[in-house]
């Protein structure tokens, strides 16, 4: 795995509990919008 897809990856298990609480993830899990 490249360092960037570890970074994607984690980041996007780091949105699960935000995604629960109303956010949506965007750019493919690099940033998170409140909706």
């Given at each position: ?5 570890i970074f994607i ?12 609480m109303g956010f ?8 998170l919008k409140k909706?």
């Open positions: 795995m490249k360092p960037r897809d990856k984690a980041c996007n298990e780091i949105a699960i509990p935000f995604i629960a949506k993830p965007s750019k493919n899990g690099q940033c909706i």
